[in-house]
């Protein structure tokens, strides 16, 4: 199995086709729309790896994006005893859920891809069974 180090919001994940990733907001990007990310720093499979210093020219990673939203809320409470002073505030990051399609190699070959999701077909065999059953 194939895999891929991206640099991306400042972070680093190991990523492999087929999986989603939850990472900083991307900016720009709408979702259902397709996301490339040129900042390789590595990538391999089991038996070999390619290294960058500290980029590899020329690979790159494709990835659909899922959603934009918000985490939960991160509350900070500030208190100053003896003297009656209190803060509360609260933090909201937002990410990009996002889905790996294909890692692609430095000189462009494909070294992975993930399997199609068929949603429109899975939502009209639901509608056909509750069909039948009635």
């Given at each position: 199995?194939?895999?891929?180090?991206?640099?991306?919001?400042?972070?680093?994940?190991?990523?492999?086709?087929?999986?989603?990733?939850k990472?900083?907001?991307?900016?720009?990007?709408?979702?259902?729309?397709?996301?490339?990310?040129?900042?390789?720093?590595?990538?391999?499979?089991?038996?070999?790896?390619?290294?960058?210093?500290?980029?590899i020219?020329?690979?790159?990673?494709?990835?659909?994006?899922?959603?934009?939203?918000?985490?939960?809320?991160?509350?900070?409470?500030?208190?100053?005893?003896?003297?009656?002073?209190?803060?509360?505030?609260?933090?909201?990051?937002?990410?990009?859920?996002?889905?790996?399609?294909?890692?692609?190699?430095?000189d462009?070959?494909?070294?992975?891809?993930?399997?199609?999701?068929?949603?429109?077909?899975?939502?009209k065999?639901?509608?056909?069974?509750?069909?039948?059953?009635?």
């Amino acid at each position: 199995m194939s895999y891929a180090v991206i640099q991306t919001g400042g972070k680093q994940y190991k990523v492999k086709a087929g999986e989603i990733l939850k990472v900083e907001k991307l900016q720009e990007s709408r979702p259902e729309s397709s996301v490339d990310f040129n900042e390789v720093l590595a990538y391999g499979d089991d038996n070999n790896i390619e290294i960058g210093t500290p980029m590899i020219q020329g690979a790159k990673v494709e990835a659909n994006l899922i959603k934009n939203s918000k985490n939960r809320t991160v509350l900070i409470f500030k208190k100053r005893r003896r003297k009656n002073s209190r803060k509360k505030n609260g933090h909201r990051q937002q990410y990009s859920l996002i889905r790996i399609n294909k890692i692609f190699s430095k000189d462009g070959k494909l070294l992975s891809e993930a399997e199609k999701i068929n949603k429109t077909v899975k939502k009209k065999e639901v509608k056909k069974e509750t069909q039948e059953k009635k």
